[in-house]
């Protein structure tokens, strides 16, 4: 999936630039980048592949930080997006940006808390996406919803191991 990622990134930079999600936008850059890295980072893995996967339990620390820094995150792109553009809505795109950074990162190093964040990403992006009349983004957000609650369920079976 991390090739169909790098694609449907680019397909959406254009279309968030057109319709002035510049959060967005940006974020589909680091999605394509981030793409790569995870095909990288999870091809050097075997254990991912077997039924006997491997998921890393985050320490307390490593949560708060990054929680803390994704909410720095936050207010940084909201300000940007809020004083120098003109966004439609600049909290929900600085929310969607900055917590699928920190999603997409946690899914790189095999962090269950990811498909948590997911759920929060994808339900704030159905809503901004449909009232910015993208209707068909708008339900590819909730369909990646539906899929992180089947991930969370799915993630449970496997084997945990501690930073």
Known sequence: MWIVGAVSALFYI???????????????????????????????STNHQSEEGVIVQMSSRRVIISLALSIVGVALTWALLKFFSNHPQPLADAFITSFSLLATYWVA??????????????????????SQGLLPTALLYLIYCAIAVVGVLHWRKFKVLFE
């Open 14 to 44: 254009a279309i968030f630039l057109k319709s002035s999600l510049f959060a967005s936008m940006i974020l589909q850059l680091w999605y394509l980048g981030a793409s790569f890295y995870g095909w990288i980072k999870w091809g050097r």
């Open 109 to 130: 190093h095999k962090f269950i808390y990811h498909w948590y964040i997911w759920i929060g990403v994808d339900l704030v992006a159905a809503i901004l996406y449909l």
